[in-house]
């Protein structure tokens, strides 16, 4: 039996929101951080992709899927207002969003594929987040996503005034 229809529906409305705030973001708004702040949009979308990779996809799978350095500049870590010189450092916003959009593919074929069993066994133990089940796994990062979001938002309305 495949994964409950919820659970596709609340990836691909919590992605689908990601990715049209990153598409309407004008190029030089990506790495707008105003003082006091740690992070950016840019870096808010790529840390989705973590997120979602540490919390299923690598659960779900036994290997992560995420690009070579990713952890380093996108992970729980991540602060890019306080490296110097970010700027270069950072992904292309089409390739941020070719990212999302293949990562939400997958999640969806690994819905339809993976059966309900497996979501409700026990994934393997993540530092920090305790003993959980492949699906709540799952609905955290989506949450996670969501609240970024609101973060990605202030930022959009603060630099454009």
């Avoid at 690009?67 to 010189?85: A, I, L, Q, S, Y």
């Avoid at 941020?96 to 993976?114: C, K, N």
Wanted: hydrophobic share 40%.
């Amino acid at each position: 039996m495949p994964a409950p229809d919820h659970l596709a529906e609340l990836a691909r409305q919590v992605r689908g929101d990601t990715l049209r705030l990153l598409e309407r973001t004008p190029e030089d708004w990506l790495t707008f951080a105003p003082a006091g702040t740690s992070n950016h949009i840019l870096w808010h979308c790529g840390h989705a992709l973590w997120v979602q990779d540490v919390l299923f996809i690598e659960p779900a799978t036994g290997r992560s899927e995420l690009p070579t350095g990713w952890d380093e500049t996108f992970g729980m870590d991540g602060r890019p207002v306080k490296e110097t010189n970010a700027r270069r450092l950072w992904p292309a916003r089409l390739e941020i969003e070719r990212l999302l959009t293949a990562q939400l593919s997958r999640v969806l074929d690994l819905l339809a594929s993976l059966p309900a069993a497996k979501l409700a066994a026990d994934a393997p133990r993540l530092e920090g987040y305790g003993s959980r089940n492949l699906q709540s796994c799952f609905i955290h990062a989506w949450h996670d996503e969501a609240k970024h979001q609101g973060e990605m938002y202030l930022l959009f309305k603060l630099r454009r005034g």
